[in-house]
């Protein structure tokens, strides 16, 4: 067991971080159960993030003060208290054709949470992910969350489950230098067989849960409305 970040542990201002083709599994921390990374650049691709866990956040990456790309990157069955997947803090992150999946936590976000932060989802599916709170997939505070299929059934947030609100997704503020905290662009939101529950969306700022989402889902929201 580690404090921070079990396998890889990175807080030097500046580090260029960069691995492929990698396995992590098993690691067990207080945050970043897999990975805890601060202040750096980082390019995960081709890897695979299975059965790691955090007592505090980010099962299995821990991303803080830093600008990350993570490519063909697998994340199932990790485990924490926040973010299963990936806590992301004041972080830019780009996730793209990945997956994350049965990912479970303890309070919020089940796959993802999301601080102060911009992450895009491009053709990746979050997908059988579980918050025992707010946010079965993702949970954000003061983010900007950017959903997009370049084709139809590439993007999807299906089948996630969160024991209060959000089922797919929970807001519970918003950073007006962003102007939005959810679009989405032709991305799936469940349907009669995969819906996420109890809700797909809920926005705290306005008290507004939104059930019904479907495929090839394109809308923007604020922090009270979805439009």
Same mark, same amino acid.
């Given at each position: 067991d580690a404090d921070k970040g079990a396998a890889v542990r990175s807080e030097i201002s500046g580090m260029a971080i960069t691995l492929q083709d990698c396995v992590v599994s098993g690691n067990d921390a207080g945050e970043g159960g897999g990975f805890y990374?601060?202040?750096?650049t980082v390019d995960i691709r081709d890897c695979s993030f299975e059965g790691n866990q955090a007592s505090s956040s980010g099962g299995a990456i821990r991303l803080e003060a830093s600008e990350a790309t993570i490519d063909g990157v697998s994340f199932s069955g990790n485990l924490a208290a926040k973010g299963g997947a990936v806590y992301v803090k004041t972080s830019d992150l780009m996730v793209s054709d990945s997956d994350m999946e049965s990912n479970i936590v303890? $309070? *919020?976000? /089940?796959?993802?949470? =999301?601080?102060?932060?911009?992450? %895009?989802?491009?053709?990746?599916?979050?997908?059988g992910n579980e918050a025992s709170d707010d946010g079965g997939a993702i949970y954000m505070d003061g983010a900007l969350l950017e959903c997009e299929a370049t084709t139809a059934g590439l993007a999807a947030l299906e089948?996630?489950?969160?024991?209060?609100?959000?089922g797919a997704v929970f807001v519970q503020g918003m950073d007006a230098s962003y102007g939005a905290?959810?679009?989405?662009?032709?991305?799936?939101?469940?349907?009669?067989? $995969? *819906?996420? /529950?109890?809700?797909? =969306?809920?926005?705290?700022?306005? %008290?507004?849960?939104?059930?019904?989402f479907g495929a090839a889902e394109s809308l923007?929201?604020?922090?009270a409305s979805c439009w």
């Open positions: 990374l601060k202040n750096a303890s $309070d *919020d976000g /089940g796959a993802l949470f =999301l601080e102060d932060s911009w992450v %895009g989802l491009l053709d990746s599916v979050l997908i089948g996630n489950l969160a024991g209060s609100l959000g905290t959810v679009i989405s662009t032709s991305c799936d939101w469940g349907s009669a067989t $995969d *819906d996420n /529950g109890p809700d797909d =969306l809920h926005l705290h700022g306005g %008290g507004t849960s939104y059930i019904g923007s929201c604020d922090d």
